[in-house]
């Protein structure tokens, strides 16, 4: 109860800044030059190209973007099943990584809807945190060019998570989620979809259980709830932008 107040507390907060144009850009690290596009990620691209050679995708679709807990999700197309998905997430990634990859993760694809998942990689790295405002920005960044080179796309943004693994970090990823729910919220053709319930116990502990060792990454299991929570999003969705049946 405590913690979903908090949660309410920061969405009526980040609201107001919204509301106010202000989009906390202002906030320290918010300037960060992005990413260089170097070769930590030419493999992973390497094997999208490969595999867009082999079964080329159809356009038009659901494309998954982000980090590796996107990536581990190697059944997601099976799960979300009829709907037309395409994983296209790299592990390790930060959003300044989404930014850089942009022309290689979005037009080629055409999609009409982008389920987006980055950011914890942004809150774990480094000594100090970062602003997540600053993360934020970058997320805001990647949906204004997903508009602008695919107008009418929609954006379902899917909240980072409170891993067991960086408990210390938990109040920048409520901040960041936060930022994020206000944004969807007050923008058309965004959702925001919270994860977080799903990984607690009755009495908000991490259920450990879902967890790998390394008290980030996911059990199969995880996944289970995770489509439970997003399938239904992503029906309605498609439902009001994909194609258009004929017949009876």
């Given amino acids: 109860m405590l913690h979903r107040m908090r949660i309410q507390r920061l969405v009526a907060a980040a609201s107001f800044a919204l509301l106010l144009a202000g989009w906390p850009l202002g906030a320290p690290g918010a300037e960060q030059a992005p990413a260089e596009k170097g070769p930590r990620y030419e ?3 390497a094997a999208f190209a490969e595999a867009d050679r082999a079964s080329p995708p ?13 990536r581990q999700w190697t059944t997601v197309a099976e799960q979300m099943k009829p ?20 022309e290689q993760l979005v037009p080629r694809y055409a999609p009409k809807v982008i389920v987006y998942y980055c950011g914890s990689n942004d809150v774990r790295a480094g000594t100090e945190p970062e602003a997540p405002a600053a993360i934020f920005a970058r997320f805001r960044e990647f949906s204004e060019r997903a508009q602008r080179a695919l107008p009418g796309v929609r954006v379902v943004f899917v909240s980072s998570t409170r891993s067991p693994d960086r408990v210390a970090r938990w109040e920048q990823v409520d901040h960041y989620n936060a930022l994020a729910r206000a944004y969807c919220e007050s923008h ?15 009495d908000g502990h991490p ?14 299991p995880a ?5 439970a929570r997003l399938k239904p999003v992503l029906e309605r969705i498609w439902a009001e932008v994909g194609p258009a049946r004929s017949g009876p």
């Fill in 43 to 45: 493999a992973a691209f």
């Fill in 58 to 70: 159809a356009p038009g679709g659901i494309l998954f973007v982000g980090s590796s807990i996107f």
């Fill in 83 to 102: 709907l037309p998905v395409l994983n296209r997430a790299f592990g390790g990634s930060r959003t300044a990584d989404q930014l850089v990859r942009f």
């Fill in 188 to 202: 058309p053709g965004h959702t925001f979809v919270d994860i977080n319930p799903l990984l607690v116990d009755a």
């Fill in 207 to 220: 259920r450990l259980d879902l967890y790998r060792a390394d008290k980030l990454h996911f059990h199969p």
């Fill in 223 to 227: 996944y289970e709830l995770f489509t």
